[in-house]
């Protein structure tokens, strides 16, 4: 149980540091490090991407964007569901991963 | 509570909270060290990857330590000064730095100019006491003033009596140069935030992009723009609001144009330049200030291994054409390749 609470303020402390994470009109894909895909959340669409380790498939649906279909063996990215802002999607295994921030998740600011 | 339950609970859990927390059980991300310092006259954030041992790190910390004592332009005993003092040296690291200065110098057109040192003092950029030089003052300094000044051969630099020099545009640069230096040559990843110049090193262990925050002039909570960066790079910003002082209604910059020996005075708010070298990063974001949009359009058409971002005072962003879809959070013009 005191675990279990020492993950809900986990949770909690995750969700307040995003709180102010707005929708994004367009994710970002990224495979192996790599830009591979830039997508417009406004347009309905499904894109297949191709990194090293596997693949995974995107669906795009009313503004949302999910990853519907993967080679991966957990299926995390998957189980993240239909998303339009940040935190990230992140399919580590296939090294794949979707960022929607367009101003929160920064990890250096350049002064 | 079983294994079980204790699973159903955490995993809805750990769904809210993000799910890159999601524990994987195949490629663990590796923890981040972080530490800060305070170096060459700024704070430094230093973050690496894998770095367990911690030996990375205090390699780091040693490296910056030491820039810091030879190149101070104010500290009585660093090389430079002993330079500034004695006016000839055969130390390889200002001799190095002094050969890039000049050529960056020339590339564009004096805008980086290495020997403003007394300038700055007078008008109190290095000492905290600013105000406006009395006519005639800055005219008397420039006899001791521009790049024309410095003799370079291969293994030494001379510098006449009152010509001082201060790598203040260059060095923090190349202090980043050096780290990812020995990031690379260690195979480990990190960003590194050295007073504003950033360097990320490698790729994030996460395999996605850095996202960088470069900081709106007017307010410093927020980001102008996000850019998204792949690999090891240099962003370097110069700005009018990073250090400058105010008399009489007007805002006088740390940057001083070599032409006029005085605070830069255009419509620009920053520059931000990526590029593969910090050094040449920093210099540049500098020489472009100096220059302003127009001119350095025209060097960066020239010269095309660098990106810039131009901050008006208006508002306008202005992105080269290379940071078009690495760019977002803000509305920009593109500039005509």
Request: charged share 20%.
């Amino acid at each position: 149980m005191i675990l279990g609470a020492v993950f809900l303020l986990l949770a909690a402390l995750t969700m307040l540091q995003y709180r102010n994470a707005a929708p994004s009109a367009s994710a970002a894909v990224y495979a192996d490090g790599i830009l591979v895909q830039t997508v417009d959340l406004s347009v309905d669409a499904t894109y297949r991407i191709e990194s090293v380790e596997g693949w995974n498939v995107l669906t795009v649906q009313d503004g949302k964007l999910a990853v519907t279909a993967a080679s991966c063996p957990d299926g995390d990215c998957i189980r993240c569901g239909a998303k339009n802002s940040d935190p990230p999607i992140v399919c580590l295994p296939n090294r794949v991963s979707v960022q929607f921030s367009e101003d929160g998740g920064v990890d250096a600011v350049v002064r | 509570m079983t294994k079980r339950s204790l699973a159903c609970l955490l995993i809805p859990v750990l769904l809210l909270a993000g799910c890159n927390l999601l524990p994987d059980a195949g490629v663990k991300p590796r923890e981040a060290s972080e530490q800060s310092i305070w170096a060459m006259d700024t704070q430094m954030d230093l973050r690496l990857y894998g770095d367990e041992e911690g030996n990375l790190m205090q390699s780091l910390i040693a490296i910056l330590n030491s820039l810091d004592r030879e190149l101070s332009a104010t500290a009585p005993d660093s090389k430079l000064t002993a330079l500034n003092e004695s006016g000839w040296t055969d130390d390889t690291q200002i001799v190095f730095l002094t050969t890039r200065a000049l050529a960056i110098s020339e590339q564009t057109g004096g805008a980086l100019d290495i020997t403003m040192l007394p300038v700055s003092r007078r008008w109190g950029f290095t000492t905290g006491s600013y105000g406006v030089p009395y006519s005639g003052e800055l005219e008397a300094l420039r006899d001791n003033v521009g790049m024309d000044k410095i003799t370079l051969t291969e293994k030494t630099v001379s510098i006449p009596d009152g010509t001082k020099l201060d790598f203040g545009a260059l060095a923090k640069g190349y202090a980043a140069d050096l780290c990812r230096a020995e990031l690379e040559q260690a195979g480990k990843s990190g960003v590194l935030s050295l007073g504003g110049n950033l360097q990320t090193v490698g790729t994030k262990p996460d395999g996605s992009a850095w996202m960088i925050g470069v900081q709106d002039p007017d307010d410093p909570g927020r980001y102008a723009l996000t850019l998204r960066l792949n690999g090891s790079k240099a962003i370097v910003t110069s700005g009018d609001y990073q250090r400058y002082f105010i008399q009489d209604n007007i805002r006088y910059c740390h940057i001083l144009d070599p032409k006029t020996l005085s605070p830069v005075r255009g419509n620009l708010r920053a520059v931000t330049v990526v590029t593969d070298e910090g050094l040449r990063a920093d210099a540049l974001s500098t020489a472009l200030f100096v220059l302003g949009r127009e001119a350095g359009t025209e060097l960066w058409r020239s010269q095309r291994d660098f990106e810039v971002i131009w901050m008006e005072e208006d508002g306008t962003i202005w992105l080269t054409p290379g940071l078009k879809d690495l760019a977002s959070g803000n509305d920009f013009e593109v500039i005509e390749p």
